[in-house]
């Protein structure tokens, strides 16, 4: 019984032990996860809770990992190439330097008139007359544009928007379907932890038994061997010779 209790340094008995590698990994590395949350209501002592967070927090003192090396664990990310699109190329290099974004030039889209010093400059004029000629043609096309938008504009945003509640629905579809999968997960860990819990808890109630017994034992032994001790002082107080009367009976009972 000795071989598989836990004693303290005078010799009684404590608990029982299961051995070292029993239930652990032989690598050290290895961490075992043994957590029944349906089923453990410990969490819910005030003592045990403080001794949960206290462990939680030495752990993530002893751990070498930093916040940053959890993303090593994902592949790294894509180089973009704007070899083919030189101004989103542009962009992107400005947004990285963290670069102020560039105004529009709205100079090409006003009307100017030539110089007073070129005012009798045809070739001014005729500048001056292409950028009218220009202007007038982007706000025809922006007329043009606009009737466009007020007779097929509402068509192709209802399109827009069809299309827009398909792929909600679809994701939906998809978001209940992992959380159907999660449900079922639960319900199969919570069924199987419930079924489990009357024999977790008959093997503990049977590993409390034992372990009394075991203390039950070992003070039984204790009080048999005070009372040896006792009979041994009282014998030799009187003169006796404990060990000559036992061999003497033993003689005795092997001859008869």
Wanted: with cysteine.
């Amino acid at each position: 019984m000795g071989d598989g209790s836990s004693s303290s340094s005078n010799g009684d008995v404590l608990m029982l032990e299961a051995p070292p590698s029993y239930g652990r990994s032989s690598n050290s590395d290895a961490e075992i996860i043994d957590a029944l949350p349906y089923i453990d209501d410990d969490y819910s002592h005030e003592s045990v809770k403080k001794e949960v967070d206290r462990l939680v927090e030495e752990e993530m003192r002893r751990s070498s990992k930093k916040p940053s090396d959890f993303l090593k664990d994902f592949p790294p990310l894509p180089t973009f190439n704007f070899e083919e699109y030189p101004m989103i190329g542009r962009e992107y290099e400005r947004v990285r330097a963290a670069g102020k974004p560039h105004s529009i030039d709205r100079g090409r889209y006003e009307l100017q008139l030539p110089p007073p010093n070129k005012m009798n400059d045809e070739t001014a004029w005729k500048l001056s007359l292409q950028t009218a000629q220009r202007l007038l043609q982007y706000q025809t096309l922006r007329m043009e544009n606009l009737d466009l938008l007020l007779k097929y504009g509402p068509h192709a945003w209802k399109q827009h928007n069809q299309r827009l509640e398909v792929y909600l629905s679809r994701m939906q579809k998809l978001a209940q379907e992992q959380n159907d999968k999660i449900e079922k997960v639960n319900r199969e860990r919570k069924y199987h932890q419930q079924n489990t819990a009357y024999e977790l808890n008959a093997l503990s109630m049977q590993w409390n038994e034992l372990c009394q017994k075991n203390i039950d034992i070992k003070v039984a032994c204790a009080s048999v061997e005070t009372h040896l001790n006792e009979l041994r002082r009282e014998a030799a107080e009187r003169g006796w010779n404990l060990d000559a009367i036992t061999e003497n009976g033993q003689l005795a009972n092997s001859e008869s």
